[in-house]
């Protein structure tokens, strides 16, 4: 393994740890703060300092408009929707259980990839691996059926899957547009415009009437924008030039875990045989729609199709 990928595989386990931890500082941030502004502040803020670093230490960069038009449509999809959505959604579930139904995001990976690529099919890897992670969903559910009569407690969970589309669609789109680039001005670019965007729809949603962040919010904040945002976003465009979408997005098999774990320790939210039942079906679910997905990408390499 070359020094390159040494530090790929490095970058993919502090991504594994840190966004773990996101979900809880991220549910502390919303409790005494309106969710969209707070993502905003956090991501526009995250990215200008990047930004600022990056100029200041004159690395080249190629400042034209389709380099940097690129990265808009990556940045709100994946930290607009991906991050902001999440934000909005802890304000009525669990951190744990978001982080639960984010863990499908290499699921939906794998399924964008699957309906843009024709020579790929369903196998019965990828068929019980969707078995799998459903059966996974509905364990998480079985105790708490009469929260989803409660509508914010359903689009909470209804945002955090759309959530989670999103980050797949945009990892893909981030993955074909930036061959070559630099990872770092991708990250504050990204940052910039998910936060831009996040801050438009914090005037569109949020209560804005006497906003006042608490010590805890404003913690919750830095943590998120030195920890959270440049250093686990870098990270993660990182990886994603140097190893396949597939491998990176198994950081989702490790935040779930980190994240029940903290809200159980820290917001004493709810951890039971149910909770750890649910996190090994979803987990192994996904592991089988990949080995699934695989597959038919040695499939496709042998006929020649790539």
């Not at 034209?64 to 934000?87: A, D, E």
Request: contains cysteine; charged residues 10%; positive net charge.
């Amino acid at each position: 393994m070359g020094t390159s990928n040494t530090k790929a595989y490095l970058a993919l386990i502090f991504i594994c740890v840190v966004w773990g931890t996101t979900y809880l500082a991220l549910r502390i941030g919303v409790e005494g703060f309106p969710p969209f502004l707070f993502s905003g502040i956090r991501q526009a803020v995250a990215g200008s300092m990047l930004l600022l670093f990056l100029l200041l230490f004159r690395r080249k960069f190629e400042w034209r408009w389709k380099t940097v038009q690129q990265q808009i449509v990556p940045g709100i999809l994946m930290i607009g929707f991906g991050n902001g959505l999440v934000g909005w959604a802890e304000m009525y579930i669990p951190s744990g259980l978001a982080a639960l139904l984010c863990s499908l995001m290499p699921l939906f990976v794998v399924l964008i990839n699957l309906s843009s690529e024709g020579a790929a099919k369903l196998n019965w890897k990828i068929i019980s691996g969707l078995m799998t992670g459903l059966l996974g969903m509905a364990v998480i559910f079985q105790e708490n059926l009469h929260d989803l009569m409660n509508r914010q407690y359903f689009l909470g969970i209804l945002f955090t899957c759309i959530a989670a589309f999103s980050w797949a669609f945009g990892s893909i789109l981030n993955k074909r547009r930036s061959a070559g680039a630099d990872p770092f001005y991708n990250a504050s670019l990204q940052m910039i415009s998910g936060g831009v965007f996040m801050l438009l729809l914090s005037l569109l949603f949020d209560d804005l009437k006497g906003v006042s962040m608490t010590q805890e919010s404003f913690y919750a904040l830095i943590y998120l924008i030195v920890f959270g945002s440049i250093g686990a976003f870098i990270a993660y465009l990182y990886a994603l030039t140097k190893l396949p979408v597939g491998l990176v997005s198994v950081y989702a098999y490790v935040n779930p875990l980190v994240a029940v774990l903290l809200g159980y320790v820290i917001l004493n939210e709810k951890l039971n045989e149910y909770t750890i039942v649910a996190f090994v079906l979803i987990v192994l679910g996904v592991y089988l729609v990949n080995w699934g997905y695989r597959s038919q990408t040695i499939v496709k390499k042998k006929l020649g199709f790539s």
